[in-house]
C-alpha cells in the first residue's frame, strides 16, 4: 500500500485496484471545512484512474467521521450559503451516485453527518465495538444531510424513526441486524473493507436512495409514527428537533427521495435556528468546559485510585458505594453499628435487583458489583485505600471527629473527601494534618442515578487531588464541576433563594400547584414546591435552625416551610408536606395547607392577589441567574456555563434554554436586571442585583462573554 498524493484531511492512497480515502482531523474526524472537499478531491482523483476499481472511506485515528463540526453551527447565520455550492448534501449526492463502488469502513463512532456519509457510500462494514448514530436531536437539530431519508430506506421505518428522534447510538450488531452495516469485520478493519470493497468490483453500485423496500405504506407506518410522537412527548417534553425528525422520517415514506430530502432542509432550518438547539449546543461544549480547570493541566500527575472506602451506609453513603462498585473499584463501606450496615447493605442490594429486573444488567453483574462493596463496622482495611469518602449526618462536630480518626487511619497520599451538602470544607480539614489531601465530594441524590458531583475545592486542596477528581468523575459516569468553598457551595446556595421566592410567591396569593406548574412548563424536571416535599422539608429547616436565621427579621423570610417542619410535615417521607401524599407517593391537594396559608398570609398582613405564570417563572429563575452572578464575581464557580451544567445535572433544569445563566442570556441581561430592580423596589434588599449582572446589563454584555474572558486570561 502506498501512493500517498497530498497531504490534506483526507487523504487517497492505494491499495492494488481499490483506492482508499483516510479522514484525518483528529480529534473526531468531524466534518470541517477541507473534509467533504478532500473527500470530492480523492473520488475525483480515482475516478480518473482505470485501475482503481473500487473504494474504501475509513477515518484516521480513533474514529470514523462522528459528525458535522458542531464549533460551525454557530457561525451560520442563514442557509443561503448551503444553496450557493453545491452543500454536503450535494457531496453526499456525489458520493452516492459515484460510478465504482465504495465501501465505509467504521470504527469508534459514526455519528450524525459521520453515518450520513456512510449511507451514502454503497456498502457499509464496521469492526465490532463500532457505535452508529443520528444524535442530531441531543443539539436540539434533525439530521440535515438526508439522514432522515436514507436511514429509514436501510433500517425500517420503526428503527429509522427511532434512531432520528431519540438520538441514541446503536452498536454494529444491532446495525448489522438492521441493514444499516452491512458486515462485521473482526480482524483488521481495512483490510476486511478492501476484500468486501473487492467482492463488489464490476457491479453496479447500491444506492440507498433506492432502496424503497423497507419504507412500508400508510398503514402499516401509522401506529409507528403515533407512538414515536407520543414517547417524544414524554421524553422529550418541550422539544421541538424530536418531533421534526419524525415529521421528516415520515416525509421519507410518503415523498419521491428528493422531495423527502427538501421537507428535511426545511425542518432542519427551523431547528437549526432555534434557542433550543443554541442552548443544546453550548451544552454540549459546556459538559467537556467544566473539565479544564485553569492552572491545572491535563497532564499533571494524577493519585491512581484502585481501592476506596466510604464512611456511612446512608442515603447518600450507599449510593456513592455503588458509584464506585459500578466502576470496578473494590470499596470498604462502614457503619457505626450492625442493625444501621445491614439497612445500607439491603437498600444497595434492593436497587441492584430493581436494575436486574429491569434489563439494565444481568445477576452475575450484580453479583459482582455487591461482592466489591464490603461491609465493615471497623477501620480495618482502611489504611490500604487509595481514597475514603465520608457520608454521615451533615453536623461539623461530627464531621471532625471523623476527619481527626481518618487522619490517623488512612495511609499517606490517601485523598480524604467529604460529601457534606453544604459545611466549611477548610474547617473539616483543620481536623486533619493534611489538608491538601481533603477535597469536598458533593454528589447528588440519589448518588447512583444522579450525574452531578461537585468537587469541592478547599483553601490547601492540591491541584493533584483536584485532577483525580476531575478524571475519576469522568470514570464513574459523572460530569464533575468544580467549585468553590462557600455555603451551599454553587447549587445548593443559589437553590435557596429559587425555593425561597417560590414560598413568598404562595404567600403573596399563588397556589401551590400554580408555583410549581409554571416551573414545570418552563421546563422544570418538577417545580419548586414539590421538589421541597421531594428532598425533605427538614433538612432545610434544621440548617436554618442551626445558623439561627428562623425568624430573622431584618429581611423577609419566608414562613410557611417551617410551620409545615412545625406541624410535622416533612414532605414525601412522612407522607404530608406542602402536598398529602398516598402510599405510591402520588401528591393531592391538602385543604389542611390551604388553611395553613390562610392563616399566615393574615399574620404578615398579605391581600392575596392574582400572580401570573410569567411572574412566577420570572421570581424564581431570576432568583438563581442574580445568585449565580453573585457566586461567578466572588469565582465560587469558574465560568457561568459550569452553573449551567451543575443546573442542568443536578436540579432538573431543562437542558434545552442552557441552564439558567445561559437563559438570562437568552432573554437579554438588560431586561432581568430591569426586573429585578423592579422586584427589588418592591421586596427589598433580598432582590439586590448582583454587581456583576448590574455590571454586564449596564455593557450590553453577556455571561457567555464573561466567560470568553475567562477562557482568555487562563
Ligand atoms: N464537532 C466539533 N467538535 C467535536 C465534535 C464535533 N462533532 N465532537 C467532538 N468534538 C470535540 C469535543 O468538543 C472535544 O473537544 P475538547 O477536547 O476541546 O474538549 C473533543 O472533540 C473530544 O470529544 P470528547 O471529549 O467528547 O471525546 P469522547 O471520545 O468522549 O467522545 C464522541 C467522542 C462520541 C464522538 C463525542 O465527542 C460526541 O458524541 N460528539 C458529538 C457527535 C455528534 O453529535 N455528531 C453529530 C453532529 S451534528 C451533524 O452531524 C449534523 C448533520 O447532520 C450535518
Ligand atoms: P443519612 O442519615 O441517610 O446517613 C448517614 C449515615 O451515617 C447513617 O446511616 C449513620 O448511621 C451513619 N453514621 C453516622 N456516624 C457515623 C460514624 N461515626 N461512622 C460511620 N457511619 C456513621 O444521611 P445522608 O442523607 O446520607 O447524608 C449524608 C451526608 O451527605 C450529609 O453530610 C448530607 O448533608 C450529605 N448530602 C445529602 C444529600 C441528600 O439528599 N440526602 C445530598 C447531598 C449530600
Not at 438526508?146 to 428522534?165: D, F, I, N, S, W
Request: hydrophobic share 40%; with cysteine.
Amino acid at each position: 500500500m502506498s501512493d500517498q498524493v497530498q497531504p490534506s484531511l483526507v487523504q487517497p492512497s492505494k491499495d492494488g485496484d481499490v483506492g482508499i480515502l483516510t479522514v484525518n482531523n483528529p480529534p473526531v474526524n468531524a466534518l470541517s471545512p477541507g473534509v467533504p472537499e478532500g473527500i470530492i478531491a480523492g473520488l475525483e482523483q480515482f475516478e480518473k484512474d482505470d485501475a482503481v476499481k473500487a473504494i474504501v472511506l475509513i477515518g484516521g485515528g480513533r474514529t470514523f467521521i462522528a459528525g458535522a463540526d458542531i464549533k460551525e453551527f454557530g457561525k451560520i447565520t442563514s442557509l443561503g450559503d448551503r444553496r450557493k455550492g453545491p452543500g454536503f448534501l450535494g457531496v453526499l449526492d456525489r458520493v452516492e451516485s459515484y460510478p465504482k463502488p465504495i465501501v465505509a469502513a467504521i470504527h469508534g463512532t459514526a455519528l450524525g453527518g459521520g453515518l450520513e456519509t456512510a449511507m451514502a457510500c454503497h456498502y457499509r462494514v464496521a469492526v465490532p465495538s463500532a457505535q452508529v448514530g443520528q444524535p442530531e436531536v441531543k443539539l436540539g437539530i434533525i439530521p440535515g444531510a438526508a439522514g432522515t431519508q436514507r436511514l429509514p430506506r436501510l433500517a425500517g421505518v420503526a428503527k429509522g424513526v427511532e434512531m432520528c428522534a431519540a438520538g441514541d447510538p446503536i452498536s454494529a450488531k444491532d446495525a448489522l441486524e438492521s441493514g444499516i452495516v452491512d458486515q462485521i469485520v473482526e480482524g483488521d478493519l481495512l483490510q476486511g473493507a478492501l476484500a468486501f470493497a473487492r467482492t463488489k468490483i464490476g457491479t453496479s453500485p447500491r444506492r440507498t436512495r433506492d432502496l424503497n423496500s423497507k419504507l412500508g405504506n400508510e398503514q402499516t407506518n401509522a401506529p409507528i409514527f403515533a407512538f414515536a410522537r407520543d414517547a417524544a412527548r414524554k421524553k422529550a417534553r418541550n422539544l421541538m428537533a424530536p418531533q421534526a425528525a419524525i415529521d421528516a422520517v415520515e416525509a421519507a415514506t410518503k415523498l419521491p427521495f428528493d422531495e423527502g430530502v427538501k421537507r428535511e432542509a426545511e425542518l432542519f432550518q427551523d431547528c437549526l435556528f432555534s434557542d433550543q438547539s443554541k442552548a443544546l449546543i453550548h451544552v454540549f461544549f459546556g459538559d467537556r468546559e467544566v473539565a479544564k480547570i485553569p492552572g491545572i493541566s491535563k497532564d499533571i500527575a494524577q493519585i491512581p485510585v484502585n481501592q476506596a472506602a466510604v464512611v456511612g451506609a446512608g442515603t447518600m453513603g450507599g449510593g456513592i458505594a455503588m458509584v464506585l462498585a459500578n466502576a470496578g473499584i473494590p470499596v470498604l463501606l462502614k457503619e457505626t453499628d450492625q442493625a444501621a450496615l445491614d439497612r445500607g447493605l439491603a437498600t444497595i442490594r434492593k436497587n441492584y435487583s430493581n436494575s436486574v429486573k429491569k434489563g439494565r444488567f444481568s445477576q452475575e453483574e450484580m453479583d459482582k458489583r455487591m461482592a466489591r462493596i464490603r461491609p465493615t463496622l471497623t477501620y480495618d482495611g482502611f489504611g490500604e485505600v487509595d481514597m475514603i469518602v465520608e457520608a454521615v449526618f451533615e453536623g461539623m462536630a461530627l464531621k471532625k471527629q471523623i476527619f481527626g480518626e481518618l487522619d490517623k487511619v488512612a495511609k499517606q497520599g490517601a485523598i480524604l473527601a467529604s460529601n457534606t451538602s453544604t459545611l466549611n470544607i477548610d474547617e473539616i480539614a483543620s481536623a486533619t494534618s493534611r489538608p491538601e489531601w481533603v477535597i469536598g465530594t458533593h454528589f447528588f441524590s440519589p448518588a447512583n442515578v444522579m450525574r452531578l458531583l461537585e468537587i469541592v475545592r478547599g483553601k490547601a486542596t492540591s491541584k493533584e487531588v483536584i485532577a483525580t477528581l476531575m478524571a475519576l468523575s469522568k470514570k464513574l459516569g459523572k460530569v464533575g464541576v468544580l467549585v468553590g468553598n462557600c455555603r451551599g457551595f454553587v447549587g445548593n446556595r443559589m437553590f435557596g433563594p429559587y425555593r425561597r421566592e417560590a414560598q413568598f410567591l404562595v404567600e403573596e396569593g399563588a397556589a401551590v400547584e400554580a408555583v410549581d406548574q409554571a416551573l414545570y412548563d418552563y421546563g422544570m424536571a418538577m417545580g419548586p414546591v414539590a421538589t421541597g416535599d421531594l428532598a425533605g422539608l427538614d433538612v432545610g429547616w434544621r440548617i436554618r435552625k442551626e445558623y439561627g436565621e428562623i425568624r430573622d427579621t431584618s429581611v423577609r423570610q419566608p414562613i410557611l416551610e417551617d410551620r409545615l417542619c412545625e406541624m410535622g410535615r416533612y414532605g414525601q417521607k412522612t407522607g404530608a408536606g406542602w402536598y398529602k401524599y398516598d402510599e405510591n407517593r402520588r401528591p393531592t391537594h391538602d385543604p389542611e395547607v390551604d388553611k395553613l396559608i390562610e392563616q399566615v398570609r393574615a399574620e404578615i398582613g398579605r391581600t392575596p392577589r392574582e400572580i401570573s405564570a410569567e411572574e412566577i417563572v420570572e421570581r424564581t429563575i431570576y432568583a438563581l441567574v442574580n445568585e449565580g452572578a453573585r457566586i461567578l464575581e466572588d469565582g465560587y464557580a469558574l465560568r457561568a456555563v459550569d452553573i449551567d451544567i451543575i443546573y442542568i445535572n443536578g436540579y432538573g433544569f431543562p437542558a434545552y434554554r442552557g441552564g439558567p445563566m445561559w437563559y438570562a442570556d437568552t432573554v437579554g441581561l438588560k431586561k432581568v436586571y430591569e426586573r429585578i430592580r423592579e422586584f427589588e423596589k418592591e421586596h427589598g434588599a433580598l432582590w439586590t442585583p448582583a454587581p456583576l449582572l448590574q455590571r454586564l446589563a449596564e455593557e450590553g454584555k453577556t455571561f457567555a462573554e464573561f466567560d470568553r474572558k475567562v477562557a482568555a486570561t487562563a
